[in-house]
């Protein structure tokens, strides 16, 4: 195990090679990344949809602010490497970068449908807040049954949850 942790630091010393200075000094520092390609070097998604466009196609809805996450948090030199791919694996890719968002929140709201504490609120006919639009770590105790919760209980952690999920 010792030398797979060492290798990383080998490649990224000082000589900057594959990467930007401002990147490979920035491991544990997101912030610092975007100052440095500000105005001179294009995001992930627009040499994406630049890409997509150069090669006659459509760029999906959600591709220019799809979330780091979607992408791995590549630069736009991976692109280059996309270059390479078929026109049918290029769209594949951009339908399941652009569709990110959506599919968290659909995965959120299953979870959101799903939950024993969103059933107990329904069964009681109380007023339901908007479910998260993302997945989060949100737990209960369940100590207590969901039924020997009050109203105001049950209403508190469903509040608490979809604030979180936003």
Do not use: C, H
């Amino acid at each position: 195990m010792g030398p797979t942790k060492k290798s990383p630091k080998r490649g990224s010393a000082s000589k900057g090679t594959g990467r930007s200075g401002a990147r490979s000094g920035a491991a544990g520092s997101p912030g610092s990344s975007p100052p440095a390609s500000a105005g001179e070097e294009p995001t992930f998604p627009q040499a994406f949809a630049k890409l997509l466009r150069n090669r006659g196609l459509s760029v999906p809805k959600g591709l220019r602010d799809a979330p780091s996450e979607a992408y791995a948090g590549q630069s736009a030199e991976f692109v280059e490497q996309l270059a390479g791919l078929s026109d049918t694996e290029l769209k594949r890719y951009a339908e399941q970068v652009g569709g990110y968002v959506r599919r968290q929140e659909q995965r959120a709201k299953r979870e959101w449908d799903a939950s024993p504490l969103i059933a107990e609120l329904r069964k009681r006919k109380l007023k339901e807040p908007s479910p998260p639009s993302r997945v989060v770590g949100a737990s209960v105790s369940l100590a207590k049954p969901l039924s020997d919760w009050s109203n105001a209980e049950i209403l508190r952690a469903a509040d608490e949850w979809s604030r979180m999920g936003r």
